[in-house]
């Protein structure tokens, strides 16, 4: 495969279920990305991670919980949501970090939280 | 505060009807603008990076200009296959961060047969 791969694509789930996310990316990157797509908002970057390390947080709920267990691998564990947490959940990869190296992005998981 | 609007938020065209998606910042410097087109039910995938005012970017039918306040995305004669939503983000130089861009919320692109 090639690119960025995420699964599941579709994900339906209460309020106290746990679940995770996960993101692949084949393309040799050293940084990924988890991004929050609601509609008609902007893209709302979550967490980054550069070399496995995290490097940004963006304020995002401790029910929200990101793993990074190598350079090609990225986790979103999801635990206690809630209904304004549906949106889309896009993965991005990029070379590096900065603007010189263009976003690589999955397809998505689509979250209903019910 | 650093801004990006996109207008208009939807733009409905004949096939081979040209017409500009806009693309409009403030921001109190600019490291780069990006452009993406986003199919539906996919992620966005990279258009173009455009550095500083007067620069041109072209791919097929489409084309990307940048002015120190807008960014204009061309579309040339476009075909159904042109349909998609197209997103703007800026990375500015009031950014701590080297990984925070200020995205639109996007312009959606319907190319009628």
């Known amino acids: 495969e090639t690119g960025v791969t995420q699964t599941p694509r579709h994900l339906v789930m209460g309020m106290t279920n746990k679940k995770s996310l996960k993101c692949e990316q084949h393309l040799g990157h050293n940084a990924m990305y988890w991004y929050k797509q609601s509609a008609k908002k902007p893209l709302e970057l979550m967490f980054v991670y550069n070399f496995k390390e995290q490097t940004e947080n963006n304020s995002v709920p401790s029910r929200f919980s990101p793993e990074c267990p190598n350079s090609s691998h990225l986790f979103l564990h999801l635990h206690t949501l809630q209904p304004e947490d549906s949106a889309l959940y896009l993965c991005?990869?990029?070379?590096?970090?900065?603007?010189?190296?263009?976003?690589?992005f999955g397809n998505g998981t689509r979250l209903t939280v019910t | 505060e650093d801004q990006v609007t996109q207008s208009p938020e939807a733009l409905r065209l004949q096939e081979g009807e040209s017409s500009s998606l806009n693309c409009s910042y403030t921001?109190?410097?600019?490291?780069?603008l990006f452009w993406y087109r986003q199919d539906p039910g996919k992620g966005p995938e990279f258009l173009f990076t455009?550095?500083?005012?007067?620069e041109e970017k072209e791919k097929e039918r489409l084309k990307a200009t940048l002015t120190k306040k807008e960014s204009f995305l061309h579309i040339t004669a476009p075909k159904p296959e042109d349909s998609a939503t197209y997103l703007c983000?800026?990375?500015?130089?009031?950014?701590?961060?080297?990984?925070?861009?200020?995205w639109g919320a996007g312009t959606k692109l319907i190319i009628k047969p």
């Open positions: 921001v109190s410097g600019l490291r780069g």
């Open positions: 983000a800026v990375d500015s130089l009031s950014m701590d961060s080297n990984y925070q861009l200020i």
């Open positions: 455009l550095y500083s005012a007067g």
């Open positions: 991005a990869s990029s070379q590096e970090t900065g603007y010189n190296s263009p976003l690589h």
